[in-house]
């Protein structure tokens, strides 16, 4: 089957710096990617949908200053937390779909992200 | 816009019996697609089985079959024969271009 990676999938950065998750889809071309938020022991959060060579469509109340993605090819979307504090802590997964006409979405193993 | 519901916060069930998950969902779309993923404790999510609105049949997957009753607009998640392994959170999703999530379900399964 399609296979996503995400790296890296574990990061740990001190308050007030950035970081960039990767997210790849290693064996088919995905003209859509999305972001998801997952807080401990609840469901995931849909963040934003990032298209290949457009701007990321970002859910009601995700900062798109501070969450920036960028899908620069059909294979690799980054989302970079600017400016990190300790609430930005949480399990980031990206998937991707595989072609239009599909429903079904590919998803990474998640970036685990902690802020100190 | 869409909504998932799964009502059972947490299932138990004994090594060899099968479970039933439920999820109920709300939609306007004409065309969806129901998805159950499985998140073990390492957190990647596993695809586990997917019903498209317009599928006549029941999908099934191995142990796992979706019980869809479009009519009351549910799709729930049985699993037969419940290994060890099948412990996890259990997702129900929805959705056409954008996926909907269910609260989830931890499932435990006893030996």
């Known amino acids: 089957g399609a296979v996503v990676s995400q790296h890296p999938s574990r990061v740990i950065c001190k308050s007030g710096t950035s970081v960039k998750i990767e997210c790849r889809s290693l064996?088919?071309?995905?003209?859509?990617m999305f972001w998801y938020r997952q807080f401990p022991k609840q469901s995931l959060m849909l963040m934003a949908t990032?298209?290949?060579?457009?701007?990321?469509?970002?859910e009601q109340g995700v900062e798109k200053d501070k969450f920036l993605i960028n899908h620069a090819s059909l294979t690799l979307s980054t989302l970079t937390v600017t400016s990190a504090h300790p609430e930005d802590s949480s399990f980031y997964i990206c998937?991707?779909?595989?072609?239009?006409?599909?429903?079904?979405?590919?998803f990474g193993p998640g970036t685990r992200l902690t802020v100190t | 816009a869409q909504k998932i519901t799964q009502t059972q916060p947490g299932m138990f069930v004994q090594e060899k019996e099968a479970v039933t998950l439920d999820c109920t969902y709300d939609?306007?779309?004409?065309?969806?697609?129901l998805f159950w993923y499985k998140q073990p404790s390492s957190g990647e999510m596993i695809f586990l089985i997917y019903?498209?609105?317009?599928?006549?049949q029941n999908a099934t997957e191995g142990r796992y079959s979706l019980n869809f009753q479009k009519a009351r607009k549910s799709a729930n998640l049985v699993i037969s024969a419940s290994q060890l392994g099948d412990s996890a959170m259990y997702f129900c999703?929805?959705?056409?271009?954008?996926?909907?999530f269910g609260k989830g379900t931890k499932l435990t399964v006893n030996p």
């Open positions: 019903q498209g609105s317009y599928d006549q």
């Open positions: 064996d088919f071309q995905a003209t859509t």
């Open positions: 939609t306007s779309d004409p065309s969806y697609g």
């Open positions: 999703l929805s959705g056409s271009e954008k996926l909907v």
């Open positions: 998937s991707a779909v595989a072609g239009e006409g599909t429903y079904e979405q590919y």
């Open positions: 990032s298209n290949e060579g457009s701007k990321a469509t970002y």
